[in-house]
């Protein structure tokens, strides 16, 4: 199919109007999808891990008519706790596959240096380190409150700091890695109580003794969206490649009409200014001219109008000079597009 054919059955209206309607279609649907993500993100759960640890305390007292011997209270009066038997537990759901625990019951000795606390001796009271069973420990120790307060009062004496204050703090560190659904987690739990001794109200208590953690472990899932062009589906991702390059190929025959049928370029527009119709009458010699330029270069040599006319199928454009006609010939217009 010649550039002529092409150019006449593209140019006609109802491919012409197919071609547009196709473009704008396969347009509107590039532009409509390109605008949307090509995945779905959702978050779906795995899971839920909790842990928890919890200090039990149980005083043995001195003789009295009030208490008994061992009781479990929020509040101990200073005077009638012997020692503190206390049982910290562990555990965790799903239960830890792996880990090791660490509990350190310690005393401090310090002062206070206006909003600052000035640590000037500690020491450990207890000090177990083991692994978890089930995903969970059971651990006890016995403070001995009479050994801790004859212990501070030497400490307090060989300091010479009348105003040394103490403490006692059971710190518990956990770490452990276990599985959640299919996934794998690794966990460190930390867990601090301390023994408060009020010398005011005369009582011994516990802060914090229970401390919970939970969690949702989630996912996050990217699902390719589908999407459908003119009744065939696909994904989305598919859909905005097929829709852009889709548009692209109808436009191609609309601008390749363009192309084709757009007005030749006129080689001979600089010198038509000084052209005449009419044929020499007679001339001695006939030089040819191979291009438009070359008739153009002879018109400013030689300076003499540039006579058009029509002998057979071409159009002559001769400028005379001492009867030597310098010629230029074309095929008419007509002609042209039928060797085309």
Known sequence: MNKKSVAKFIGRKEVLG????????????????MSASPYVVTTQRVGTYSEEGTLKHEAYLEPNDLYGYRVTM???????????????????????????YHILVKAEYYVNKGSDEVVLWEE???DERGN??????????????????????????????RRL?????????????????????TESFDHSVELIRDPTAELYYFTDTSK???????????????????????NLGTAQTASTVLAALML????????????????????????????????EKVVTLKTPKDLETTFELIDRPILHYREGDEEVYAIIDDGVSYEYRKLLP??????S
């Open 18 to 33: 197919v071609f547009l309607i196709l473009f704008m279609v396969f347009a509107f649907y590039s532009v409509k999808l």
């Open 74 to 100: 929020d509040e101990y009066p200073i005077p009638l706790v012997d020692r503190f038997l206390l049982i910290y537990d562990y555990r965790s759901s799903p239960p830890l596959k792996e880990g090791s």
């Open 124 to 126: 450990k009271l207890f």
């Open 132 to 161: 978890l069973t089930g995903g969970a420990f059971t651990s006890e120790y016995v403070l001995d409150m009479k050994d801790f307060s004859n212990t501070s009062n030497r400490i307090t004496s060989e300091l010479g700091v």
């Open 165 to 185: 204050k103490n403490r006692i703090t059971i710190e518990t560190t956990v770490t452990g890695t276990g599985t959640v659904g299919d996934r794998k987690i």
């Open 212 to 234: 919970a953690e939970k969690r949702a472990l989630t996912e996050t899932l990217r699902t390719e969206k589908e999407a459908s062009v003119l009744g065939f589906s696909g």
């Open 252 to 283: 191609i025959p609309l601008l390749g009409y363009v192309y084709i049928s757009r007005k030749p370029k006129d080689e001979l527009a600089g010198i038509r200014g000084y052209m005449v119709k009419g044929a020499p009458e007679k001339v």
């Open 334 to 339: 007509e002609k042209e597009k039928e060797a």
